[in-house]
């Protein structure tokens, strides 16, 4: 059996350590999985630093990186698994370098503690997942742009409090909901930037007396700045999970309610949109039914994804200072989390693109009073107060004397006829072009050449 990184005795008769290791590390081997490539990343930084101070004999840096690069690829070609006596990745890695070259290979933890290669892991995967989210929410914002160009002149009703508003398009909802996502990206590039500093060498929380040279690991890795506290390198798990989480919640809100809009619009009693049967599911007694199941489950799932901040918060609750293994618990949902909203992202991108839109809508009589603004509007701009011509509009209403105008004419920035919809590209640009996600990866190339 292999013995743990933190082990001192033989623990391996003992019922009661096996009773409390497996209450402890609980699904960590699987979860680990998906933090392997990262492990050996953080692992050939920390060491070619050790080489650079001195902490490795010249000869003996080539053999640990090539030792970590086998991994890496055997990691890459799915050859990698965590055994059922290794307690975590951290402990895989370095068994299985120390089978390759024996007591050279139980060098690479020296500076560290399975605490910061823990962070370091968590942080190099988040910026990672973060890249793959923000690339897969700009994909449904080029869609939903194309779209409000696409259907800008389509009317539709707008509602407040689920009753019938005032005049919209289609070019408006699409592009709502463009907007929407800049923002959003805007708050992951804040999670972000928290997730881009370097804790690696703050060891259990109060670093050490070895010589490290922290700066240069961040160079290697690519982070734009360190945890220099290293009590607070270990304070930021955690801290840094909920400001990502609480970025992933903005990205879902904006899902959830534009599924929520699609499921009534596709309510028989709105008709406002269809989708191709095979993006619908049928019922198994009414053969008529065309049920908005897809749009249904990422309501579903972006809401769970919206209660993840408070659940961290929950968990980090009155915690003090230094590394306690509650927040353990935080990775047995913050990882699964990416993998949904990416999901969501994808499977809303699919539906968008298959929509057919109703293009005669606001010529059904129910809809005679969305004009009634726009008369109001009319005679403002024909010199009458508006208070007075809301209550002439209003009597002419309750005495069935409405017409509707003849023609609408929208023009400030953001409404029906201006849509300004390459401003808002323009916002989704800058806000993308701060990420630097070329920069990151010819560093992590370099670690790997």
Request: hydrophobic share 40%; charged share 25%; with cysteine.
């Amino acid at each position: 059996m292999q013995q743990k990184l933190w082990q001192k005795g033989d623990l391996s008769k003992s019922d009661l350590a096996k009773q409390v290791e497996f209450f402890t590390v609980g699904n960590d081997r699987e979860l680990d999985l998906q933090l392997a490539p990262y492990d050996i990343l953080g692992s050939l930084a920390h060491i070619q630093m050790l080489s650079e101070c001195g902490l490795l004999e010249q000869k003996e840096l080539p053999l640990l990186q090539e030792g970590l690069k086998e991994i890496y690829r055997d990691i890459q070609n799915q050859r990698f698994e965590i055994g059922a006596s290794t307690e975590d990745v951290h402990s895989e890695v370095e068994f299985r370098l120390t089978n390759k070259l024996q007591d050279l290979g139980k060098k690479i933890h020296s500076g560290r503690s399975r605490n910061d290669q823990i962070l370091v892991d968590l942080k190099l995967y988040t910026r990672h997942e973060i890249e793959q989210i923000v690339l897969k929410a700009e994909n449904l914002f080029n869609l939903l742009i194309h779209l409000a160009e696409k259907h800008q002149d389509t009317l539709l009703p707008g509602y407040t409090h689920l009753q019938i508003a005032m005049i919209s398009s289609f070019g408006l909802w699409f592009s709502a909901y463009a907007e929407s996502l800049v923002d959003d990206i805007d708050q992951l590039y804040a999670a972000y930037k928290i997730s881009n500093k370097n804790p690696l060498g703050s060891g259990a929380g109060y670093g050490g007396s070895l010589p490290l040279n922290r700066k240069r690991t961040t160079e290697l890795l690519g982070f734009e700045n360190l945890n220099y506290n290293v009590v607070y390198a270990q304070m930021n798990r955690g801290k840094m999970e909920k400001s990502v989480a609480t970025a992933i919640a903005s990205l879902a809100s904006t899902l959830s309610r534009m599924s929520m809009d699609m499921c009534l619009y596709m309510n028989q009693n709105f008709g406002f949109v269809k989708f191709p049967d095979e993006l619908t599911t049928g019922s198994s007694i009414m053969p008529h039914k065309k049920n908005p199941d897809v749009w249904e489950l990422i309501r579903a799932k972006c809401n769970k994804l919206q209660n993840l901040p408070a659940q961290f918060t929950s968990i980090l609750t009155n915690l003090p200072s230094g590394y306690h293994r509650d927040m353990q618990l935080i990775k047995e949902d913050y990882i699964p989390s990416f993998q949904t909203i990416k999901d969501c992202l994808d499977i809303a991108h699919t539906m968008l693109q298959h929509i057919e839109v109703k293009t005669d809508i606001l010529y059904d009589e129910k809809y005679l009073y969305l004009y009634s603004v726009e008369v109001v509007n009319q005679l403002v701009m024909d010199g009458i107060p508006f208070r007075e011509a809301y209550i002439q509009v209003g009597k002419d209403i309750e005495a069935g004397r409405f017409n509707k105008p003849s023609k609408i004419i929208h023009t400030h920035e953001g409404s029906l006829g201006n849509l300004c919809l390459n401003e808002i590209v323009e916002m989704k640009n800058e806000v993308v072009k701060q990420f630097p996600f070329e920069k990151i990866h010819q560093k992590l190339s370099a670690l790997l050449a």
